[in-house]
């Protein structure tokens, strides 16, 4: 069996690369970054290490990678071969992979009819959906009926802490023990993949959410808070009382949106924070605060990991989430110079005051009970 695997970061080599290497699959990186894939073709195979006391060790073999800059043509003819295809190149480069999707499913449904499922693996709701919304852009109305036979889009919430490393062996990755690879079942077309450890539902809505609401919401929190406090990676945040006290009620907040929202046991759910809480704790993965809480402007969205748990919980309970504001307020305040993010949101702030800078932000208008917490928290 093929796969073709767009991004060979510690992410792609990691994670999804390890999992379907453990499956079965032949992978092949597709990535424009020469030095890793003149590594991959050299070596045709990287270890990944569990970043824990026991830090077991997987060989991740039968790879080699695509420089997709310099071989569109090479890359054609693995799209035209691929079992699966997966992506986890971030959500900024979903449109440009789409273009060589494009040229490589149109030469696919001459040759083979064999149908093919295109997941994206990325931190962001909907990936797999917006993915295909770029590959169907230019195609003609007889090429969607095609495409609609052939190919199939399903979304997938994906979680594992894979943090910045560097190391002498640059194709070795440090990820966590732990993972979650979720994938909405009712969109596949043909078989469903035999991956050990990928988790198929007929309804990914839940988990996604979860994982937003909780995962992303409890890192980002810890990053935010940390960095009002002075402190450099999460591990070390969360030593502090205060810190882990709020992060800890915030998902407690949340958890009251996702229980009520989708039915999940509430003992079950509670034991599920407590896990990613500890996830964040592991000692044997430094985690910068400025890593997790870079890119606030997005983490500000209206439907995004703070606020929109938040306005979820005021929308059932009848009023704002005590411990997700201060959240967000730590957010609003994230200054880091080296965040072009935080340097756009600290210039709106100053440009056209705090109320105006939030309702743009996140979309939150003034004389909603957030937004008007929001601003009773920066002020103090």
């Not at 060589?100 to 149109?106: D, I, Y």
């Not at 400025?290 to 890119?295: E, I, M, Q, W």
């Amino acid at each position: 069996m093929k796969a073709l695997h767009y991004g060979a970061g510690n992410i792609g080599r990691g994670f999804i690369g390890a999992l379907l290497y453990q499956a079965g699959y032949a992978t092949t990186f597709v990535d424009v970054n020469s030095e890793i894939v003149d590594l991959i073709n050299e070596k045709k195979e990287y270890r990944v290490i569990l970043a824990d006391k026991t830090k077991d060790e997987l060989i991740v073999r039968n790879v080699s990678a695509i420089n997709s800059m310099e071989k569109p043509e090479e890359l054609k003819a693995a799209i035209m071969e691929a079992d699966i295809i997966t992506t986890a190149v971030g959500p900024s480069i979903l449109p440009i992979i789409a273009k060589s999707l494009v040229s490589g499913l149109r030469k696919r449904v001459e040759i083979n009819k064999a149908p093919l499922n295109i997941i994206a693996c990325e931190n962001l709701i909907g990936g797999s959906s917006l993915l295909k919304q770029h590959v169907y852009e230019g195609l003609a109305p007889e090429e969607v009926v095609l495409f609609d036979e052939l190919f199939a889009f399903p979304d997938a919430a994906v979680d594992r802490i894979v943090p910045n490393q560097t190391k002498a062996d640059k194709l070795m990755v440090t990820v966590e023990p732990y993972y979650e690879w979720v994938v909405d079942e009712s969109a596949l077309v043909g078989e469903t993949p035999a991956i050990e450890g990928v988790t198929f539902v007929p309804d990914l809505t839940p988990y996604i959410e979860r994982k937003l609401f909780t995962v992303n919401t409890g890192h980002a929190t810890v990053a935010y808070l940390g960095n009002q406090k002075g402190y450099k990676t999460i591990d070390e945040s969360l030593t502090d009382e205060k810190v882990r006290e709020i992060a800890e009620s915030a998902l407690k907040e949340t958890g009251m949106v996702l229980v009520g929202k989708y039915g999940f046991d509430k003992k079950e759910h509670e034991a599920y924070i407590s896990k990613i809480l500890s996830r964040f704790e592991n000692t044997y993965i430094t985690d910068d605060v400025t890593r997790v809480g870079r890119a606030p402007l997005r983490k500000l969205g209206g439907n995004d990991r703070l606020i929109g748990p938040a306005k979820q919980y005021l929308e059932l309970f009848g009023h704002p989430p005590t411990n997700l504001i201060k959240a967000i307020a730590a957010a609003i305040t994230y200054d880091i110079p080296e965040d072009e993010e935080a340097q756009t949101i600290q210039q709106l702030i100053r440009q056209k005051g705090l109320q105006q800078a939030i309702t743009e932000i996140t979309g939150l208008e003034m004389g909603n009970p957030i937004a008007e917490e929001i601003v009773n928290e920066v002020g103090v």
